[in-house]
């Protein structure tokens, strides 16, 4: 079946160290949310926090999944995360190649 691109979702998000971005990713993948997760360490992050401008370390995450599987993703990544207000920010791109789109929707598909 052809799918459209508005399906699909990219989540940004950061994760404070690598082996915890890791654990996010495989978790996420696991449970069928993501049908991959790209991270890469090195990121700086400058931001307000309880009044105090604060700087950190980070990984970011990105996490490829479908608008359907978006709601439970937050729901997991409240239970997962360990920030007590982790970022999440879903986008929608413009174009996904139809091949990684079949994929990426087969890949988040309910089982059983």
């Given at each position: 079946?052809?799918?459209?691109?508005?399906?699909?979702?990219?989540?940004?998000?950061?994760?404070?160290?690598?082996?915890?971005?890791?654990?996010?990713?495989?978790?996420?993948?696991?449970?069928r949310l993501a049908a991959c997760?790209?991270?890469?360490?090195?990121?700086?992050?400058?931001?307000?926090?309880?009044?105090?401008?604060?700087?950190?370390?980070?990984?970011?995450?990105?996490?490829?999944?479908?608008?359907?599987?978006?709601?439970?993703?937050?729901?997991?990544?409240?239970?997962?995360?360990?920030?007590?207000?982790?970022?999440?920010?879903?986008?929608?791109?413009?174009?996904?190649?139809?091949?990684?789109?079949?994929?990426?929707?087969?890949?988040?598909?309910?089982?059983?």
């Open positions: 079946m052809a799918q459209d691109a508005s399906v699909v979702r990219w989540v940004v998000s950061t994760a404070p160290d690598l082996e915890r971005a890791r654990a996010l990713a495989r978790a996420l993948v696991e449970e997760v790209s991270f890469q360490p090195g990121l700086s992050s400058v931001y307000r926090w309880k009044g105090a401008v604060e700087e950190a370390n980070e990984v970011l995450l990105v996490i490829k999944t479908t608008a359907e599987r978006l709601p439970e993703l937050e729901r997991a990544f409240a239970r997962l995360h360990p920030y007590e207000v982790p970022e999440l920010v879903a986008l929608e791109p413009a174009h996904v190649a139809a091949p990684y789109l079949a994929w990426l929707v087969a890949e988040v598909e309910r089982q059983g």
